[in-house]
């Protein structure tokens, strides 16, 4: 049976998720989903990323131990998730034995080939994005994308990753798409990035942090920690040796995220994995971002959107619905609950649970013979070639638009054959036929919205005396 490996980014616990962490996850989730459905075995892995002066530093904030701090968060996390129905096999934390002792392996294997040496280094650094920036990544002397509080000078004695070593096997890796960036406009940036970085003097990279005492600590020089970043990108590969039965699943098919981690996956990460020798992850997608009502989501503008909101107002498959509608597969997507409104009436409470329900009533008490084998997932995906090349690319904003033509068209042989006029075996064979659309409908959403899909669809649609089904999106007023 065939493998497949998915992750999302292991997120800071300084806080709960936002719309952003909760995008990337259900987008995962979905995509895992649909591999299943076509049979393979799933390794879908999500997680948190525990160490490092951010997360640190919210703990002394909120006046816990950095340990307490990230066990709490870590509940709120998984419940989140819980409510969406994700279905990640496994929620990895870096503050695992596990994964210490395998960071720490990977580590020891360099600095004994050499590929590791100590160097003193003076830099701003970026606490918000845990990472070293140079003065043309910053506008008028701030990160665009954290808080101006967030920057510091640092000088420091570090371990640096011999990465300069790698910066044009990876340059050409990518043009070739022997590492796989998509969308093209993410794996221009990053083609754009190595040259910036290779005409800047092609650095070598800190891999070890001297200051920060909240991280795994160096093998064999415990006054360093591992910078977070390394350790957090390792996790991937950590996974495949700490849990049972996951050791095949390196490399990962694809590695999903949002667009502020396009360099740390794309460039600095397959220069480690070339450097430990290492297969490479097959594909990487990199989404935009969420804005919120045209501005940048930030705790500072206030206008930071949590998945309880959306749970609230949509239930758990309707949000499911909401951000894959929205996914910001190439560009940034422009979010607000007005545009969410909008879209749930129009196409859950109306479009398909309009269906639903009309059909519902017309057949209440009947059973059709149906053939179950040409509804089954595999065989609807590859009747619906647009939908299988959407899943292939990731463009799940398509999954949903090609799923909700078909809504569209069965409510229109609806309109258009009015099988409420009509009587005897001419009736029958129309609500037959809308009968196996709705299941054609149901298979589909299985990945997207799967409580639906399979209770208040399938459940209904395929049992021996048709009911009459409970309304699968209440309409907002
Ligand atoms: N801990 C690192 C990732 C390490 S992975 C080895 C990190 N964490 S984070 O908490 O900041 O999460 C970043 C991820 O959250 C992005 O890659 C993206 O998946 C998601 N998003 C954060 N803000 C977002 C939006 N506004 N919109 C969409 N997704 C965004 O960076």
């Known amino acids: 049976m065939a493998k497949f490996y998915i992750t999302t980014p292991i997120y800071y616990p300084n806080d709960v998720p936002h719309i952003g962490h909760t995008g990337t996850t259900v987008f995962a989730d979905i995509v895992a989903r649909h591999h299943r459905l076509l049979s393979e075995e799933v390794f879908f892995l999500?997680?948190?990323?525990?160490?490092?002066?951010?997360?640190?530093?919210a703990a002394v904030k909120a006046g816990q131990e950095p340990q307490e701090f990230v066990d709490e968060l870590a509940v709120k996390w998984q419940d989140y998730w819980k409510k969406l129905d994700l279905s990640n096999d496994e929620f990895f934390r870096t503050t695992s034995k596990g994964h210490k002792e395998v960071v720490s392996e990977l580590l020891t294997k360099l600095w004994n080939e050499g590929k590791i040496y100590k160097a003193t280094y003076k830099g701003i650094y970026c606490v918000g994005c845990e990472e070293f920036k140079a003065e043309r990544d910053l506008i008028d002397g701030k990160c665009p994308e954290h808080r101006p509080d967030q920057i510091v000078t640092q000088e420091e004695t570090n371990y640096f990753f011999k990465f300069s070593e790698y910066t044009h096997q990876i340059r050409e890796m990518i043009v070739n798409d022997q590492i796989k960036i998509s969308p093209q406009n993410k794996k221009n940036e990053m083609i754009a990035k190595i040259d910036e970085w290779i005409k800047d003097g092609n650095k070598d990279i800190s891999?070890?942090?001297?200051?920060?005492s909240w991280g795994i600590p160096i093998p064999w020089d415990t006054e360093q920690t591992t910078y977070v970043w390394v350790e957090a990108l390792m996790n991937y590969y950590s996974a495949t040796k700490i849990y049972q039965n996951r050791s095949e699943y390196w490399p990962a098919d694809v590695h999903f995220l949002g667009k502020g981690n396009n360099w740390f996956h794309s460039v600095i990460w397959p220069a480690f994995l070339l450097a430990l020798g290492l297969p490479l992850p097959k594909n990487i997608y990199v989404h935009g971002y969420y804005n919120v009502e045209g501005k940048k989501m930030g705790k500072s503008l206030g206008n930071v959107i949590s998945p309880q909101q959306l749970i609230d107002r949509y239930g758990s498959d309707g949000t499911r619905y909401l951000?894959?509608?929205?996914?910001?597969?190439?560009?940034?997507?422009?979010?607000?609950?007005?545009?969410?409104?909008?879209?749930?009436?129009?196409?859950l409470a109306n479009g398909l649970g309009n269906l639903i329900s009309r059909v519902g009533k017309l057949v209440e008490g009947k059973n059709y013979d149906i053939d179950f084998t040409k509804f089954n997932y595999s065989n609807l995906i590859e009747k619906n070639p647009e939908i299988k090349k959407a899943y292939e690319e990731y463009r799940l904003q398509d999954v949903v638009k090609e799923i909700n033509k078909i809504v569209n068209d069965a409510n229109e042989f609806l309109s258009r054959e009015t099988p409420w006029k009509k009587e005897g075996e001419e009736k029958e064979t129309v609500l037959k036929e809308a009968v196996q659309r709705i299941i054609e409908i149901g298979e589909l959403l299985l990945p997207i919205t799967p409580n639906t899909a399979n209770q208040k669809i399938l459940g209904v649609f395929t049992s021996t005396?048709?009911?009459?089904p409970e309304i699968l999106f209440k309409r907002l007023v």
Do not use: I
């Not at 999500?46 to 530093?57: I, N, P, S």
């Not at 891999?207 to 920060?212: A, D, F, K, P």
């Not at 951000?323 to 607000?336: G, N």
């Open 323 to 347: 951000l894959c509608a929205s996914m910001p597969y190439k560009e940034d997507s422009d979010v607000s609950f007005e545009w969410f409104d909008q879209k749930y009436n129009a196409e």
């Open 46 to 57: 999500t997680g948190l990323d525990e160490h490092g002066q951010k997360v640190a530093g």
């Open 465 to 468: 005396k048709y009911s009459v």
């Open 207 to 212: 891999c070890s942090r001297q200051t920060v």
